[in-house]
């Protein structure tokens, strides 16, 4: 695979192409077209493509400039990867080579948005890649024409990716926490206790009043085929966890890390309060 800037109208085209193709949008309007890639490239935007062996674009990420709280920031707009080139590493790679040409820009924070519900986004997010969370926005992006966001609100953790860290630092290095590729201890208390209800996960219980220096919320591995199959049990779960971030974040706590035991085929995350980190 090869990674490179992309500076053409040919290149912006087959990026607005692989937008369609990777989120399925059937709106005109949900699309980053070929003008406002233009410029932001001519800008401080970041644009690269991953290529394969035919020169074939597979992937690409988009960045574009930012200010947060007068800092100069890049805020990372998409990342997608075509279906049978996912789970090789390629969605990494492309935030690993982002990294690099944020830094020779000067800009020490990359951030963005995923889906708090996606279990394989937030594995890469944290257990790859190192961001932390402490901001979660209500349907961010309103309704959207792909059926990936398909029946619920577009709700949207808010990527922090410090890229000058010292955890960062270690994960492009290439140490990633063995704690997520085996087996791991399954905490003895959740924060939303689940089980599973004819092949589902769901919610019973939540607890909104803890004080533990350390926080887990579960979530389930199979967002996407609920909101298509179950969406009243998707809908619940966006509720539920929507809930329990706005509650702990306004306490003082951040998401630190993300738990995936692909041995018992369940994923939650971390919270601890921002000064315990």
């Known amino acids: 695979m090869e990674y490179q800037d992309l500076t053409s109208l040919e290149e912006f085209r087959s990026v607005v192409e ?14 980053v077209p070929v003008p406002i890639l233009a410029v932001n490239v001519k800008r401080g935007g970041i644009l690269i493509g991953a290529f394969d062996e035919s020169r074939e674009m597979v992937g690409f990420v988009y960045s574009l400039p930012g200010v947060r709280r007068g800092q100069l920031t890049q805020w990372s707009h998409m990342l997608g990867v075509i279906e049978h080139h996912r ?9 690993f080579q982002q990294r690099a040409r944020a830094l020779q820009m000067g800009v020490d924070l990359i951030e963005w948005t995923f889906d708090p519900l996606q279990a394989m986004n937030a594995h890469l997010n944290f257990c790859k890649l190192g961001v932390i969370v402490s901001e979660y926005k209500e349907n961010i992006y309103g309704e959207s024409s792909s059926p990936l966001h398909s029946g619920t ?3 949207r953790l808010i990527a922090e990716w410090w890229v000058r860290t010292d955890r960062v630092e270690q994960l492009v290095a290439g140490s990633e926490r063995p704690a997520n590729s085996k087996a791991a201890v ?3 208390e959740f924060l939303n206790e689940t089980e599973v209800v004819d092949g589902w996960l769901a919610c019973k219980d939540v607890n909104l009043q803890s004080g533990s220096t350390e926080l887990h919320l579960e979530i389930p591995r199979d967002f996407s085929n609920m909101q298509v199959q179950v969406p009243e049990l998707a809908k619940h779960w966006r509720m539920t ?7 702990y974040f306004s306490q003082g706590y951040l998401a630190v890390d993300f738990v995936l035991d692909r041995v018992a085929g369940r994923g939650w995350y971390v919270l601890r309060r921002s000064e315990e980190r």
């Open 18 to 31: 692989l937008e369609k193709q990777v989120w399925e949008y059937t709106d005109a309007e949900d699309v």
């Open 87 to 95: 789970s090789a590493g390629i969605g990494k790679e492309l935030k």
């Open 153 to 155: 609100p577009t709700d």
């Open 186 to 188: 399954v905490p003895n």
């Open 241 to 247: 966890v929507r809930e329990l971030f706005k509650t």
